[in-house]
């Protein structure tokens, strides 16, 4: 299909994280021009944490040219082991199997660092991503943005996407620009130890481990070659404080606390401690876990994507994938705008700003207060959740019908980008509202 041409178009994107780097793709894709501007000296390819992509954006690597790739690079993951903290067995499932077979495409976990180089290595503009660039302000204009930076350079565009996470900038200026009070609306009720290290070789791959007990809880991935775990503490109390910088004696004393935990091995009487796990880890990182959904996601000629906009506790892992499809929705709309209207004014972007958020914020909202309930469920939070999980929810296959009633709707609702092919298109039980993209080429 001949594309509109929008040289006069760009895009300045802040942020450096894996909804930026995707949003980069798509918009290559369509031919809009961009920059990316990330604050620090490189980007974030170290980080051990595990991200999944469910089955619905599995869809936009396909279309960006990389599910090859993605299949080479992501860990399977098939089953989900329930425990106590002794190690006693609540139930099992093949809940993550089951995700490919209600959609098509598997449930793609990814050791982050991973993820990242392959977004990063497959732009096809390197050139485009300026690092040592923090943001100090924004400056709106009739016919576009000025952005300014600390080492004094500016850069010039027709709009910003801020995602710049949960801390944004953007969304700060934002909320300044407006005259409003700072839209903040996220609290922190868990704070979490993510890490990594090498495989318990006693223990099965390609299968989650979850712990469940009061106030805490624990998920530990088994891939082939390496163990990725997630550690939930509930705090004494919320607070809308970013909190402290945890040190590494706050790692190790909270790592302590639940040393005793106890996964179960392959053989009879054969156990993996969490201080097992510990002791073998190779990265870490303590933080408080933040949960809200911002009220007003534009001003101006600026919009929020991610984090930015929407942040959930990550158990579920739907946080990055709800940003992923804020990418979809965002860049189909402005794709769209373009081809009649290369020049957009204010008020344009504004009528698309709108409509995305509006398309968005109630799944947003839906998936925050799920992936919070879930937290809350398993690490105990009263009576009822902790009489329920062990005793109610394992007589009905908990895993499954909680994946079939709960979260196979939010990837049903998931859209590809409408402008491109989409060549390995799958589906499952569970069928897509928007079906295969497909692009007639003249």
Known sequence: MAEQKTEDFRVILVGGGPVALTAAHALSKAGIDYVILERRDQLDVDSGASVAVWPHNVRLLDQLGMLDEADRTYMPVLYKRNLRRDGSMISKSNMFEAMQINHGHPWMCFHRAKLMNMLTNNLPDPSKV???????????????????????????????????????????????????????????????????????????????????????????????????????????????????????????????????VKFPGREPGQWVTFADVW???????????????????????????????????????????????????????????????????????????????????????????????????????????????????????????SLNMLMSPIVQKGVPLDFLQENAYKTGKYSYHTGQATIKVA
């Open 130 to 260: 300026l690092l040592n660039k923090e943001v100090v302000s924004i400056e709106t204009t009739s016919t576009g943005v000025t952005v300014s930076c600390a080492d004094k350079s500016t850069y010039t565009a027709s709009m910003v996407i801020g995602a710049d996470g949960v801390r944004s900038t953007v969304r700060r200026m934002m909320n300044e620009e407006a005259s409003k009070q700072p839209d903040e609306p996220f609290v922190s009720t868990y704070k979490g130890l993510y890490g990594y290290s090498t495989k318990s070789p006693e223990l099965d791959a390609a299968t989650c481990y979850e712990t469940h007990s009061g106030r805490m809880t624990i998920q530990l991935i088994v891939a082939e070659q390496q163990q990725h775990f997630l550690v939930y503490e509930r705090l004494e109390k919320p607070t809308a404080d970013r909190g402290p910088r945890f040190s590494d004696e706050d790692k190790d004393a909270l790592a302590a606390k639940y040393a005793d």
């Open 279 to 401: 002791a073998n880890r190779q990265w870490s990182m303590l933080s408080n876990i933040e949960e809200g959904v911002v009220k007003q996601w534009h001003q101006g000629r600026c919009v929020l994507v991610g984090d930015a906009a929407h942040k959930m506790t990550p158990n579920t892992g739907f946080g990055m994938n709800s940003g992923l499809q804020g990418v979809a929705h965002l860049v189909n709309r402005l794709h769209s705008l373009l081809q009649t209207n290369p020049n957009p004014d204010g008020a344009a972007l504004t009528k698309v700003f709108t409509e995305y958020q509006a398309a968005l914020i109630k799944n947003s909202k839906t998936t925050v207060d799920m992936a919070g309930l879930y937290t809350r469920l398993v690490a105990w939070d009263n009576p009822v959740w902790k009489f329920l999980d062990q005793y109610f929810l394992p007589y009905v296959n908990g895993d499954v019908t």
